[in-house]
């Protein structure tokens, strides 16, 4: 700012005539060109063209231009392009100011050209109010840690370790269960191919073991993240397995033991001892860990194992240093409420996860038997715990579609009809959505005999039991609504995802969720693995319902993007962030309670002693602090309160 | 101005960056027609707005203030809706301490698709504050 004439440029697009044809483009220049500070005003035809850039960055020489506005598109297409062009003219990037007058003028207002030239022409005043109290600004520079913190050593969390690894980033993966290998680990065979969940996993295992830059920590949560971007300083903690080298008398062991609970990795189809064991080929680590959830410290195992359990080891803390920190915490299948289409009442209503988990275990040959019974009829409910329509209470829902289900129940279908003759599947669905390649199963399904009924989401089937068998009652709109009553041996209720309880978590991260509790992205297309937390990357299903495929696509999209940050040493960081002048600054402190960020504390300025200071690195300018300060001393870099005020004053004057 | 003509209420919108500016483009692209005497000022986020910014509005002649703000779908704070309401009452009570209606105010949440919410609620605010009259301090 300074004493520095303002000499402000201002060039009105007609995007062909996307903008032209509504707003008189002559007549907005006519407008503005004698505003305060404007030197020259022109329109062209587009201004983002070799020939439109070229017109600014000679007027910006010839007229000796300190500021430009483009007037065109909406400042989400154009807005870096003509920071750019200003700065191959010389000038400070942030010298500029983007005018919205096609997205929200000409096309908004194309039924009425008059008004919607006096808005593009308060548009583009308002442009011109901005840049009179603009400064030049620098993006923040902040050195980078070449490491990454990976939390989640699923599929998305491995795949992103490994891509990470081979680009010579050191590699930090954090799991909080005993082993890796998320959910994938614990399923069979998986679609499209048919390769096994767990075949998958190991083959990312096998890879990661051959480098010698990543590190797994299993058994472990993370405790605290201090710092910011590029300098993120991470403590862990790491429970102990209580074995420290193998025992080859694992079978005996796990029977000695007295206890009995459900085995997460099979959903709760098995029961397991407190000791865990690999639990599928080529597991990492190798070594059992005892659940101290579940063990009573009978010391039974101690009797067989002696030389391998160590019930004196300790939990341990470990500090790292980071650059970025990508979260890869994955989903939780739904569980259906006790008495929802009959789940937990009738033995034969189970989950998709836990019909794989059976298909897993019970390779018995020509005969599906569950509970003893044999599985000749078997109906599928699709959309349970997905797409839920609200009840009038206070019920959390799940509004969204979990995306993989359609496809894995059709590959499951299509398993069954390939592994048991005669079986009879019945498959009640609301819409089925096997998108893109999955159609194909969809249609082999459909082939080989599979029943499609469909249900009104208003009037959902009810389950109920009818001798030895189970009913499903169900209107079928293909049908025009006839009632039918399906007699089954197995129901399996088809079970969306939902967000993995991460309360922990989610307090020491403070990652934003979106609709449904997942991590949100900053946009579905431009930025959809970054958060708004700078250094914040999100991958897999911890982000929303994604198949393997997908998730493994956004583990190498968020590994790229934290190789981005971490490579060059250095991170710049765009300047709009909060500043306090000193002067006006009463210490009321009203910012730092305000702050989400924990961006603001109090410093000793020469000359003003203690006042509120911000540190850049941290804030992240959502200018929270600016509304509620009581004397306006905090405000937002490249968005001043002056300019704000300035802008209120110019748009409310008559055009 | 506009004396003889029909009385048509100009409104001021703060949107915000990553979402509700968005939303409003998203409008545009569908060609919605909400009426054309708004101005846009787009914020980083709307608990950003100081309540005094609102007071300002209209004493510069605005005769409504729309907040388009993020709502849930805020990237920088959880409780951005609450934190942005109590922005929006304490410009409530200001207004109103110098003479202006409160119904010239307004805040609805504007998601990055809520093109006809937003295009609606400039029709419905539009028509309100016709029904209101042009902005005059000491109206109340």
Redesign the interface.
């Known amino acids: 700012m300074g004493n520095e004439e303002r000499r402000i440029g201002v060039y009105v697009c007609w995007c062909g005539g996307n903008i032209s044809d509504v707003v008189n483009v002559e007549k907005v220049v006519e407008a503005i060109k004698n505003e305060a500070g404007v030197v020259v005003a022109r329109h062209f035809m587009f201004m983002c063209s070799e020939a439109g850039q070229k017109m600014i960055i000679d007027d910006i020489k010839k007229y000796k231009l300190n500021a430009v506005v483009v007037a065109s598109c909406?400042?989400?297409l154009h807005e870096l392009t003509f920071r750019n062009v200003v700065a191959r003219a010389g000038l400070n990037p942030y010298m500029y100011y983007h005018a919205?007058i096609?997205?929200?003028?000409s096309?908004?207002?194309?039924?009425?050209p008059e008004?919607?030239t006096?808005?593009a022409i308060?548009?583009v005043r308002?442009a011109i109010a901005y840049l009179r109290h603009a400064e030049p600004l620098e993006k923040i520079r902040v050195s980078a840690t070449p490491s990454v913190l990976i939390i989640g050593g699923g599929i998305s969390g491995l795949k992103a370790a490994l891509d990470l690894s081979r680009m010579g980033i050191n590699v930090y993966v954090v799991e909080k269960q005993p082993f890796i290998g998320g959910h994938l680990a614990k399923i069979g065979s998986i679609y499209p191919y048919g390769r096994k969940g767990w075949e998958v996993v190991s083959t990312l295992v096998k890879e990661l073991r051959k480098r010698d830059n990543v590190v797994i920590y299993t058994n472990a949560e993370v405790e605290s993240v201090k710092g910011f971007i590029g300098n993120f300083e991470v403590s862990i903690r790491v429970k102990p397995r209580y074995f420290k080298r193998m025992c080859k008398r694992l079978d005996e062991v796990t029977k000695v033991c007295p206890i009995r609970v459900p085995d997460e990795y099979s959903y709760g189809v098995k029961k397991r001892s407190a000791i865990i064991l690999p639990p599928y080929p080529g597991a990492y680590p190798e070594l059992p860990a005892i659940d101290m959830n579940s063990c009573t410290k009978c010391m039974k195992c101690l009797e067989v194992c002696k030389d391998s359990i160590d019930f004196s080891q300790e939990e341990q803390i470990i500090k790292l240093k980071v650059g970025s920190i990508i979260t890869a915490t994955g989903f939780k299948p739904y569980r259906p409420k006790e008495g929802e289409f009959g789940y937990k009442v009738y033995g034969e209503v189970i989950t998709l996860p836990e019909l794989l988990s059976i298909l897993k275990q019970s390779d018995s040959k020509d005969r599906l038997v569950i509970n003893g019974k044999e599985v000749k009829d078997l109906a599928f409910i699709y959309c349970v715990g997905s797409r839920q329509k609200p009840k009038g209470n206070n019920d959390k829902i799940n509004t969204y579609c979990s995306r993989y289900c359609c496809n894995a129940t059709m590959f499951t279908a299509i398993k069954l009809f390939e592994r048991y003759r005669g079986i009879r599947q019945y498959h009640v669905y609301r819409d089925i959505r096997t998108y893109g390649k999955n159609e194909l199963m969809y249609e082999k399904a459909c082939k080989m005999g599979a029943v499609f009924v469909k249900y009104d989401e208003n009037d959902p089937p009810k389950v109920y039991r009818n001798n030895n068998k189970l009913i499903v009652k169900v209107k079928d709109l293909l049908t025009e609504r006839e009632e039918l009553e399906i007699p089954v041996d197995l129901v399996v209720l088809v079970t969306g995802m939902e967000p993995n309880d991460n309360e922990k978590l989610n307090e020491i991260l403070?990652l934003?969720?979106?609709?449904g509790g997942f991590y949100?992205e900053?946009?579905p297309k431009l930025r959809p693995v970054e958060?708004?937390l700078a250094g914040f990357l999100i991958a897999g299903t911890a982000q929303g319902p994604k198949d393997s495929r997908e998730s493994l696509l956004s583990a190498s999209a968020a590994a790229a993007k934290a190789a981005g940050t971490v490579l060059k040493g250095f991170i710049e960081l765009e300047p709009?962030v909060a500043f306090v002048d000193p002067e006006k600054c009463e210490l009321s402190k009203t910012c730092i309670a305000?702050c989400?960020y924990g961006a603001i504390s109090v410093k000793n300025y020469e000359g003003f002693g203690k006042k509120a200071w911000v540190n850049p690195a941290l804030c992240?300018?959502?200018?929270?602090c600016?509304?509620v300060c009581p004397v306006?001393a905090i405000q937002?870099r490249g968005?001043t309160?002056k300019q704000?005020?300035d802008?209120?004053?110019t748009?409310?004057?008559?055009v | 101005?506009n004396e003889g003509s029909e009385f048509?209420p100009?409104i001021?919108v703060f949107s915000t960056n990553?979402i509700s500016?968005?939303g409003?483009?998203?409008?545009?692209?569908l060609?919605?027609?909400?009426?054309?005497?708004?101005?846009?000022?787009?914020?980083?986020?709307s608990?950003?707005?100081?309540?005094e910014?609102i007071l300002?509005?209209l004493e510069?002649?605005?005769d409504g203030v729309f907040v388009a703000a993020d709502g849930?779908?805020?990237?920088?704070?959880?409780d951005c809706t609450e934190?942005t309401a109590r922005?929006i009452d304490q410009a409530l009570e200001l207004v109103k301490k110098n003479g202006f209606r409160p119904e010239r105010i307004k805040m609805a949440a504007i998601c990055s698709v809520c093109a006809e919410p937003f295009s609606n609620h400039m029709k419905n605010f539009y028509e309100m504050l016709k029904k209101l009259g042009p902005v005059k301090k000491g109206e109340i």
Not at chain 1, 512 to 515: A, H, I, L, M
Not at chain 1, 620 to 624: A, N, P, Y
Not at chain 2, 24 to 29: R, T
């Open positions: 909406s400042p989400k919205n096609r997205e929200q003028s096309w908004a207002h194309s039924n009425d008004e919607a006096r808005k308060r548009h308002m403070k934003p969720t979106g609709r949100q900053v946009h958060t708004t709009f305000e989400p992240k300018g959502c200018g929270s600016v509304a306006g937002i968005l309160n704000i005020e802008m209120i004053k748009s409310a004057k008559e | 101005m048509r100009k001021l990553l500016d968005v409003i483009d998203y409008a545009g692209l060609h919605m027609h909400y009426p054309a005497t708004t101005s846009i000022i787009r914020l980083p986020c608990s950003m707005i100081r309540p910014w300002f509005a510069s002649g605005f849930t779908d805020c990237p920088y704070l959880r934190r922005r």
